[in-house]
């Protein structure tokens, strides 16, 4: 059981811890990788394409932080236990993840999307991140430490959005696993919450918000922009440090108050 009694500067300390993050590989998941890297974590890459790492791998090596990577796909269970030993093995302990992994789909209306674009978003996203998050807590229930996970949601796991029916579905079905992981995990103290970040500028999103619609998407968002992913490094933090020791089954929202925002502000 995690101690509480004693709150000093350095409950958001995470040097040495052993984290994993999946979709290390994608724009986001990258960009959370650094944080923790920076934070001295000792991180553990995953994608399902190892060379789609090598772009953060350069980085980390540039700033001399610690790291290994490993290919894994996520959907694949057998080799997600595979990887999740040999990474157990290596370190002798997972102190976290981070389930960041998932895909868009394609942009169709509900009676256009196929059933294999529906799967395939499902298995991704939400199959992977039960299969990955079931595996590391199979270790961290023996560790007399217990250990963090956080799975990475969205802003439409709690609204809806045209043409995004199965991406939204998956995202919410995330935030309730992460309620009933909590609950299931509790007694091994292991804390289980969720990151549900809006637009963060990744040079996809980027690339929306400066084209043609950009004016639309922000006009949609309440602050009128898209988070600098750095504006996500506080709320990791939180959730993946002792910082959050009584934390669990919560979904923090960091999107600029888009999912609250049924209601347009009237300009003066």
């Known amino acids: 059981m995690e101690d509480t009694t004693h709150i000093s500067n350095d409950i958001f300390n995470i040097s040495d811890d052993v984290i994993i993050v999946t979709g290390a590989g994608g724009g986001l998941g990258s960009e959370l990788a ?3 890297a920076q934070a001295k974590a000792r991180v553990i890459l995953i994608d399902k394409i190892l060379s789609s790492m090598d772009e953060i791998a350069s980085k980390l090596n540039a700033m001399g932080l610690s790291y290994c990577k490993f290919s894994c796909d996520i959907t694949d269970s057998a080799m ?5 030993k040999q990474i157990y093995d290596k370190y002798g302990c997972i102190d976290a993840i981070v389930n960041c992994a998932g895909i868009l789909g394609a942009d169709d209306t509900l009676f256009n999307i196929t059933e294999a674009d529906w799967n395939q978003v499902m298995a991704v996203n939400l199959t992977g991140t039960w299969l990955m998050a079931t595996e590391v807590a199979r270790y961290m229930k ?5 250990g963090r996970i956080v799975n990475i949601s969205s802003s439409l796991g709690g609204r809806a959005q045209s043409q ?9 079905g995330i935030e309730h696993l992460t309620r009933n992981m909590a609950m299931e995990l509790i007694d091994f103290s292991i804390r289980v919450n969720c990151l549900a970040p809006g637009w963060v500028a990744t040079p996809m999103v980027a690339s929306i918000l400066d084209g043609a619609e950009g004016g639309c998407w922000k006009k949609s968002i309440p602050m009128h922009r898209a988070a600098n992913p750095k504006e996500l490094m506080g709320p990791l933090l939180l959730l993946v440090s002792n910082a959050s020791s009584y934390m669990t089954g919560s979904c923090l929202r960091v999107d600029g ?3 609250y925002c049924g209601i347009e502000k009237v300009q003066p």
């Open 257 to 259: 108050g888009y999912s």
């Open 164 to 172: 995004r029916v199965h991406y939204a579905t998956s995202k919410a």
């Open 80 to 84: 997600v236990k595979s990887t999740i």
């Open 34 to 36: 650094l944080m923790l």
């Open 142 to 146: 023996n560790q007399t430490s217990g």
